[in-house]
């Protein structure tokens, strides 16, 4: 079974860093893009930003470029996203998910980790 899942959130205070990591399992996942998203209380879920497995090609929201680093671990099979100098509209459930058809559409997602930053 293909599946994603998520962990490494917690509470933080705000300054400082977390390490969520997405564990794919069930196959390589060597060929998609992978993304992490966020959907804070009351709000839309929101990209966060994304990584091609294959390439190691990123890109992020305007709202963490600087202070979010997407990276890939091959050997584990794993993506990380690295929060440093977080802030309390940080807070949010941390998604990742998966493009496997490398089309713009999100059809795995893992279950979620909260993140919760406080001031």
């Known amino acids: 079974q293909v599946q994603l899942v998520e962990s490494g959130g917690g509470l933080v205070q705000a300054g400082g860093s977390l390490r969520l990591s997405c564990a794919a399992s069930?196959?390589?996942?060597?060929?998609?893009?992978m993304g992490w998203f966020r959907q804070a209380p009351g709000k839309e879920r929101a990209f966060v930003g994304a990584i091609r497995w294959s390439t190691g090609s990123k890109y992020y929201a305007d709202s963490v470029k600087g202070r979010f680093t997407i990276s890939r671990d091959n050997g584990k099979n794993t993506v990380y996203l690295q929060m440093n100098s977080l802030k309390p509209e940080d807070t949010a459930v941390y998604y990742c998910a998966a493009d496997r058809d490398l089309d713009g559409n999100w059809d795995l997602w893992g279950q979620g980790t909260q993140v919760t930053v406080s001031s």
């Open positions: 069930g196959r390589s996942f060597s060929s998609y893009r």
